[in-house]
């Protein structure tokens, strides 16, 4: 149990263009869920938290208007990238957290924007 | 912000040899959890260590949790080239469950 997915698994974009990854959680409702990025030989940082049915808080550093999020229901959360331009090239991760503590992580997202 | 420091940056060992990766922090935690991460895949959750001077076995891997909750230790005993990778602590005050990374140990065991 407790699989979370994500799609695409990698996107190559033009630079200027919008950018939709989609998390999911199969298996369980996910009360929260999490998006990060990773940028090569580097660790995980966190975007925003996202609550169904509420706007997301992002953190420190991270432009809403740049990353929108929309958790339209308990096992769906997207990220769009708008304007995507080289510097957003990373690999983006979401965690999905049912009623306990626990993070599930899905596979990541490889995003290249030429 | 609660940090977590990790040591070393990079492991290279013999198939066979014994590694220890440190997560560090000046800040209490409620429960650490570790991670292993293979390349251009998400993290998996290999244990969640709750209670200070905790000591959990999971086949070769001994996670241990400081009796103040403010450090682990992950103890791989003779490793194998499976257990190459990227190996993350992670914490965060229970309130809001988020998550803040170590920056991670890469492990590379040599056949």
């Known amino acids: 149990g407790a699989v979370v997915s994500q799609h695409p698994s990698r996107v190559i974009c033009k630079s200027g263009t919008s950018v939709k990854i989609e998390c999911r959680s199969l298996d369980f409702q996910a009360t929260t869920m999490f998006w990060y990025r990773q940028f090569p030989k580097q660790s995980l940082m966190l975007m925003a938290t996202?609550?169904?049915?509420?706007?997301?808080?992002?953190e420190q550093g991270v432009e809403k208007d740049k990353f929108l999020i929309n958790h339209a229901s308990l096992t769906l959360s997207t990220l769009t990238v708008t304007s995507a331009h080289p510097e957003d090239s990373s690999f983006y991760i979401c965690?999905?957290?049912?009623?306990?503590?626990?993070?599930?992580f899905g596979p990541g997202t490889r995003l290249t924007v030429l | 912000t609660q940090l977590l420091e990790q040591s070393p940056q990079f492991l290279s060992i013999q198939e066979g040899e014994n590694l220890t990766v440190y997560c560090n922090s000046s800040s209490v935690f409620s429960s650490l959890q570790w991670y292993r991460q293979e390349p251009g895949e998400g993290p998996v959750l290999l244990v969640t260590v709750v209670t200070g001077g905790e000591v959990k076995k999971l086949k070769r891997l001994t996670f241990q949790f400081g009796d103040a909750r403010k450090d682990s230790s992950l103890h791989i005993t003779a490793a194998q080239p499976g257990d190459t990778g990227l190996y993350l602590c992670a914490g965060g005050p229970p309130a809001d469950y988020k998550l803040s990374f170590g920056a991670g140990t890469t492990v590379t065991v040599r056949a």
């Open positions: 996202s609550n169904e049915g509420s706007k997301a808080t992002y």
């Open positions: 965690s999905a957290r049912d009623q306990g503590a626990e993070q599930f």
